[in-house]
């Protein structure tokens, strides 16, 4: 394989790379926590864009639980986003862990 195909298979896998990146900026993925009292919507990128809490838990009283809740749920939404992003660099690389990716 000569210097110009290395680089023109290079350029079209970071052309690929870019895409997916995109396109997982526009997927969304849901974390929750406390049976679903509290979810988190994030973006495929590991972006939170918005925390749903049911209303029975907004008293003062349920403050420090609802904090760990809440916590949860994003740390779930982001486990989420990650294995998301995985499965399709997967798909980019046909399964290869190319390690910073992902």
């Known amino acids: 394989m000569?210097?110009?195909?290395l680089m023109k298979q290079a350029q079209q896998f970071q052309e690929k790379l870019a895409a997916i990146q995109n396109d997982l900026g526009d997927?969304?993925?849901?974390?929750?926590?406390g049976a679903g009292m509290v979810v988190a919507t994030l973006n495929?990128?590991?972006?939170?864009?918005?925390?749903a809490i049911e209303?029975?838990?907004a008293q003062p009283e349920n403050i420090d639980m609802l904090q760990d809740?809440?916590?949860?749920?994003v740390n779930d939404g982001l486990n989420?986003?990650?294995?998301?992003?995985?499965?399709?660099?997967?798909?980019?690389?046909g399964g290869l862990?190319?390690?910073g990716l992902f």
């Open 2 to 5: 000569n210097m110009n195909e």
């Open 27 to 33: 997927r969304r993925v849901s974390g929750s926590a």
């Open 55 to 57: 209303q029975a838990l």
């Open 44 to 51: 495929g990128q590991g972006e939170l864009l918005g925390i």
């Open 97 to 99: 862990n190319i390690p």
């Open 80 to 93: 989420k986003a990650k294995e998301l992003g995985k499965s399709e660099m997967a798909r980019l690389t």
């Open 69 to 73: 809740l809440v916590v949860a749920a």
